[in-house]
C-alpha cells in the first residue's frame, strides 16, 4: 500500500479556496486515491475518490496529474463548517481495510 | 436513512474489567468494519466482517479482544479484560462499495 504524505495544519479563511495536497509516490497502477473528512467526536466521512485528471462532486474536486504521484483536494469557498482534518488515502488491500495517515488538520477562520 | 451507530457513546472502566461495544451498521450492508484511535496516534484497522464471517482479523490487537457479528446484522467488540492500553476511540464502518465506508461516531473508551 502506497504511503501518503500531506501536510499536518492548515489555516484559510471563510470564502476562500482551500487546496491541500497529498503525496503518494509509490502509487500502484491499480490504486485509487480517497479523500476522507472527519469533524471532532464523529467517524471519518467520505467526500471524494478518483484514479486520474478530475473529479468533481458537490463537496470538493480532487485533481491528478499524469504521473498520479500526487493528488490535490479542492474546497470552494470553505465556511468555518469544514474546518476538520482531511485524510488522503491511497490503494486498499483485498480486504478493503482503510488505512489512515495522520491527516491534515483545516482551520477555517471567521 | 439510518446511520451507523454505536453504543455506548462512552464507557469508562477499570482496568481488569469487561466492556462490550455494539455496532449497528446501515441496513443492507454486508461489510462491517471496526477500526480504532488510541491516544496520539492514527486510526487502525482492527477487522473486517462480511455478513457474519471474519474476512480480515489482522488488526486485532491480541486474544483480549473478540467481535462478533450475530447473524450478519449488528455487531459487538467484547475487550476482557481490559488494559489501560485499550483506552480509545473505537469506531465501527459498514459499506457496500469498498472504499465508500460510513462510519459511526464512535465508542470513547476510557481504562483506568
Known amino acids: 500500500l502506497a504511503k501518503t504524505t500531506q501536510p499536518i495544519s492548515m489555516d484559510s479563511y471563510e470564502g476562500q479556496e482551500v487546496n491541500i495536497t497529498c503525496s503518494h509516490n509509490?502509487?500502484?497502477?491499480?490504486?485509487?486515491i480517497t479523500w476522507y473528512q472527519q469533524f471532532p467526536s464523529q467517524g471519518p466521512r467520505f467526500i471524494i475518490q478518483?484514479?486520474?485528471t478530475k473529479v468533481t462532486n458537490e463537496v470538493a474536486s480532487l485533481f491528478i496529474p499524469a504521473d498520479r504521484k500526487s493528488s490535490t483536494l479542492s474546497l470552494p469557498r470553505v465556511s468555518l463548517s469544514d474546518t476538520a482534518v482531511y485524510y488522503c488515502?491511497?490503494?486498499?488491500?483485498?480486504?478493503?481495510?482503510?488505512?489512515f495517515g495522520s491527516g491534515t488538520r483545516l482551520l477555517v477562520r471567521p | 436513512e439510518a446511520g451507523v451507530t454505536q453504543f455506548p457513546s462512552h464507557s469508562v472502566i477499570e482496568k481488569g474489567q469487561t466492556v462490550t461495544l455494539r455496532c449497528d451498521p446501515i441496513s443492507g450492508h454486508d461489510n462491517l468494519y471496526w477500526y480504532r484511535r488510541v491516544m496520539g496516534k492514527e486510526i487502525k484497522f482492527l477487522l473486517h466482517?462480511?455478513?457474519?464471517?471474519?474476512?480480515?482479523e489482522s488488526g486485532m490487537p491480541n486474544n483480549r479482544f473478540l467481535a462478533e457479528r450475530t447473524g450478519g446484522t449488528y455487531s459487538t467488540l467484547k475487550v476482557q479484560p481490559a488494559e489501560l492500553e485499550d483506552s480509545g476511540v473505537y469506531f465501527c464502518?459498514?459499506?457496500?462499495?469498498?472504499?465508500?465506508?460510513?462510519f459511526g461516531p464512535g465508542t470513547r473508551l476510557t481504562v483506568t
Open positions: 488515502l491511497v490503494g486498499m488491500d483485498s480486504s478493503y481495510k482503510l488505512i
Open positions: 466482517f462480511v455478513k457474519e464471517s471474519k474476512q480480515d
Open positions: 478518483g484514479y486520474k
Open positions: 509509490n502509487i500502484a497502477t491499480n490504486d485509487y
Open positions: 464502518a459498514s459499506s457496500q462499495v469498498p472504499y465508500e465506508q460510513y
